[in-house]
């Protein structure tokens, strides 16, 4: 069964730095896109960063330059790394995988998404 | 970037209506667009992918269609577990991103 645990989150103060981690079971991070998704408390979806099989790497306009996404194959583990964090960072941030595939029907969208972990940025 | 435009933002109907939202690209993506179901406090959930195929386990009351910049999601008889929030996703390009959503409300 796959599944995608997070962590790492909670209260940090403005201008400083956290990493979230979110563990793999079920399938190797190695081996499909993984994501990193946030949703600031009442507002839509906003796609962050993701890291392909190949590890090209990719983040939103948002984030770019304070966010590194990494992830350490020998441990099923997908990292995001954020710093000079800000207010506006405020938000759930989820993991989120797509399924392996070959074919004319890749790349997948998210089939695997985690629980969400809470990052608040506050003075 | 490409920027995805979802509209409307909030929609009413009743058990039993025919539900359609839009979802347009800035943008040729192809059919390189996923719809997803979020219901409060939970994670997204996959309805759609590649604009038109339903996802396994997803009733087929769910459809999409549509392909270059112009989307649809439509929902053929509003069932009670599907007052929701709906999201589009574009994954055509490097930057994968989501529409703003359309919550779907009991009228």
């Known amino acids: 069964e796959v599944q995608l645990v997070e962590s790492g989150g909670g209260v940090i103060q403005p201008g400083g730095s956290l990493r979230l981690s979110c563990a793999a079971s079920?399938?190797?991070?190695?081996?499909?896109?993984m994501s990193w998704v946030r949703q600031a408390p009442g507002k839509g979806l906003e796609w962050v960063s993701i890291?392909?099989?190949?590890?090209?790497?990719y983040y939103a306009d948002s984030v770019k330059g304070r966010v590194t996404i990494s992830r350490d194959n020998s441990k099923n583990t997908l990292y995001l790394q954020v710093n000079s964090l800000r207010v506006e960072d405020t938000a759930v941030y989820y993991c989120a995988s797509t399924r392996y595939c070959s074919g004319p029907d890749c790349p997948r969208p998210f089939d695997y998404w985690g629980q969400g972990t809470l990052v608040t940025v506050s003075s | 970037d490409i920027q995805v435009t979802q509209s409307p933002s909030t929609l009413s109907a009743s058990v039993g209506d025919r539900v359609t939202i839009t979802c347009r690209a800035s943008q040729s993506i192809g059919s390189w667009l996923a719809w997803y179901q979020q219901k409060p406090g939970k994670a997204p959930t996959l309805l759609i992918y590649k604009a038109s195929n339903l996802e396994s386990g997803v009733p087929s009351r769910f459809s999409g269609s549509g392909s270059g910049t112009e989307f649809t999601l439509t929902i053929s008889s509003l069932q009670p577990d599907d007052f929701a929030t709906y999201y589009c996703?574009?994954?055509?390009?490097?930057?994968?991103?989501f529409g703003q959503g359309t919550k779907v409300e009991i009228k």
């Open positions: 079920g399938f190797p991070v190695s081996s499909n896109f």
């Open positions: 890291i392909y099989s190949g590890d090209r790497t």
């Open positions: 996703q574009q994954y055509n390009s490097y930057s994968w991103t």
